[in-house]
């Protein structure tokens, strides 16, 4: 016999352990350099004299008779793959139970670990099972739900610009960056920011309601409160420098940081006015409640809360930003954040320009599904925004140009609810209108003039924001086919268009929303000016026309009242521009001293100071003035339908509902 059977005989457990796992024509060094040397006799004839429980004399005889039928070679290929097979049962099913013999010798630690799972393994396994989801058809992602790796710009430029380029700039940014960096979603830190402290915001889990929806809630330590009302202070002044300084002692201060981001944005530093957007981003996102998870679209902000709503502004512009560096993939996932934010009320009216960025991202199945489950109940088919770019959802889902049925349907439908569209588009484009619809009634002037001043606004802002969609070569010829084929209908039937005339009538009536009216001043898009008929006072851009049932922490600061014989109308002219500027201050520094009284300075001290930034900021006023004068387009009488009824108010402002 082997050596090695005698040891199985002996009972020496843990050797025939070790060599199980070794091949047996395998040569092994050994320690001294010496080989261990090959056995010439059959070792698997000797199985078969000795026997150590039942199972393996059955496998023994299955092996005699495999030997005596095969030769040699096909012996060792059998056998290795008994082995094999016996060596992954034995790795699957560890706690079989054993023969007799191998049972009266059972490992110590395998001992230790059937007692520890027989006192806690079925508890846990138990509380594990009962925290994991039950397993089931894999549910659909929600139209809101946000995928992080949209999120980064970077990623998106890649896929434009190629990665050895962005890499090669973001590794040159990294360079010298601080030590350990939080791991964030929305923007990450840069190596020029100060070193973020304690911020003094937080954010806390206010309830959660059945569907598993959250709401959460801003909160500002007292220090953090004490350092707002210095902003608010600040901001009153009409003093940029009082903002810088406060960026400077606290540099994560969002408010502040948005604030100062605007002012950069009218010196055309656009660079730095992003810069700080990212910067406020980042510690707001860094407040964030654990439970706060942006990608499921499940988490809400009341925008009432003036803690809450510099987190929607600043989200706004941040995808301005970004859609200004032509990623409009990451804007398209900021505008999904945006919405699930506050999904009934919408306050920034981001349904004015989330199509927009799903055409120019080219997601148009994503758009499509948008529409389908979100017009039911926003009524999303009364903005000209969407029946325009859904149109152009399903021409380039289309697969050729007999396809197009439904595209063309939903275009017509367009066409002949939004009129004032067709030659504001064309003019933008810069198409020769044709002389059939220049001339035509209802494309011609006058269908802008019976526009009412509500849906002219929103016209004009869909026109002016994507005409450079409708620049493609395949569209302007898709156009100008329905645009003949709604012509050919009114021609045939006139009474046509008395459906859509009525609807136009009562939907669009009364002033604009106030959502609305916030978006077209957060967009600020060329050409567009929101009508403010209910508001008076500053526009602040860090939040720009506030509820009317705003639930406030801060009360606005009182500015100073200044007494003032000049009643001039050049002097009243000026204070209404700037309260704190002083028409007698000039005078008063040129007066000498009288009675021992002491002059003011006029090259220095505090009052010239603050004569220069009165100016200063008088002069911006002024231009900024100059600049936003616009006249409204007033309607002609003679084109207003005297026999129409709109004092229906079922209907009116729902367009946004």
């Not at 078969?48 to 096909?74: I, M, R």
């Amino acid at each position: 016999m082997s050596s090695r059977v005698l040891r199985k005989l002996q009972g020496d457990n843990e050797l025939n352990e070790e060599l199980s796992d070794l091949e047996p024509e395998s040569d092994l060094p050994v320690s001294g350099g010496a080989r261990r040397k090959q056995l010439n006799i059959n070792r698997y004839d000797l199985l078969n004299q000795q026997s150590l429980s039942e199972s393996e004399v059955k496998e023994d005889d299955n092996e005699t008779e495999v030997t005596n039928a095969h030769d040699g070679d096909e012996v060792h290929e059998s056998v290795k793959r008994r082995k094999k097979k016996k060596k992954k049962k034995s790795g699957k099913h560890s706690n079989v139970q054993r023969s007799s013999e191998d049972n009266a010798e059972v490992d110590e630690v395998e001992r230790s670990v059937r007692e520890v799972n027989r006192l806690l393994g079925e508890q846990c396994v138990s509380v594990v099972a009962s925290l994991r989801p039950e397993k089931g058809p894999p549910t659909k992602k929600g139209v809101l739900n946000v995928h992080h790796k949209y999120l980064n710009p970077n990623n998106e430029l890649k896929r434009i610009f190629g990665s050895k380029i962005i890499q090669t700039e973001h590794k040159r940014k990294l360079r010298g960056c601080r030590g350990h960096v939080r791991t964030t979603w929305l923007v990450a830190s840069k190596d020029n920011w100060p070193q973020a402290a304690k911020l003094g915001l937080s954010m806390s889990l206010q309830e959660t309601k059945p569907g598993g929806i959250h709401y959460f809630a801003y909160e500002h330590s007292q220090t953090y409160r004490q350092i707002q009302t210095k902003f608010l202070e600040a901001v009153e002044s009409l003093n940029p420098d009082n903002i810088v300084a406060i960026i400077n002692e606290h540099p994560f201060h969002v408010d502040a940081l948005i604030q100062l981001s605007e002012l950069c944005k009218l010196s055309e530093d656009l660079a730095m006015a992003a810069e700080l957007v990212e910067r406020s981003l980042y510690s707001l996102e860094c407040s964030f409640h654990p439970l706060f998870n942006i990608a499921q679209g499940n988490c809400r902000l009341d925008y009432r809360r003036q803690e809450n709503r510099i987190l929607f502004i600043t989200l706004f512009k941040h995808l301005l930003f970004v859609a200004g560096r032509a990623c409009y993939r990451t804007a398209l996932e900021l505008c999904k954040l945006l919405l699930s934010l506050d999904p009934d009320e919408d306050p920034l009216a981001v349904k004015l320009v989330i199509d927009f960025y799903a055409v120019r991202a080219k997601e148009y199945v994503w758009l499509i599904d948008f529409f389908a489950e979100w017009d039911a109940t926003k009524n999303l088919s009364q903005l000209p925004n969407f029946a325009y770019s859904t149109a152009i959802a399903y021409f380039h889902m289309s697969e050729d140009d007999n396809d197009t049925l439904k595209a063309d349907s939903l275009l017509q439908e367009a066409l002949l609810m939004f009129p004032g569209v067709l030659v504001a588009l064309l003019d933008k484009c810069s198409v020769q209108v044709d002389a059939r619809v220049s001339k035509h009634h209802y494309f011609g002037p006058t269908a802008v003039a019976k526009q009412s001043p509500a849906l002219n606004q929103l016209v004009l802002l869909y026109v002016n924001r994507s005409y450079h969609v409708w620049k493609e070569s395949d569209l302007l010829p898709w156009l100008q086919r329905n645009v003949h084929r709604v012509l050919d209908l009114i021609d045939e039937d006139p009474t046509i268009v008395k459906d859509y005339e009525l609807k136009r009538s009562r939907r669009y009536q009364g002033p604009l929303p106030r959502t609305i009216c916030r978006h077209i001043l957060l967009s600020d898009v060329k050409g567009v000016a929101p009508v403010m008929e209910d508001f008076s006072g500053p526009v602040l851009s860090f939040d720009p026309l506030p509820p009317l049932d705003s639930i406030n922490i801060y009360e606005k600061p009182k500015r100073p009242r200044i007494v003032n014989s000049n009643s001039s109308a050049v002097g009243i002219f000026f204070r209404s521009l700037l309260p704190s500027f002083n028409a007698d201050l000039p005078e008063q520094l040129l007066q000498p001293e009288e009675n021992g009284a002491r002059a003011l300075p006029l090259n220095g001290g505090e009052e010239g100071n603050d004569l220069r930034q009165s100016i200063a900021s008088l002069v911006g006023a002024m231009r900024d003035l100059l600049n936003n004068i616009r006249l409204p387009d007033v309607p002609n009488e003679a084109d207003v339908d005297e026999n129409d009824d709109s004092d229906d108010d079922d209907e009116q402002n729902n367009y946004l509902t």
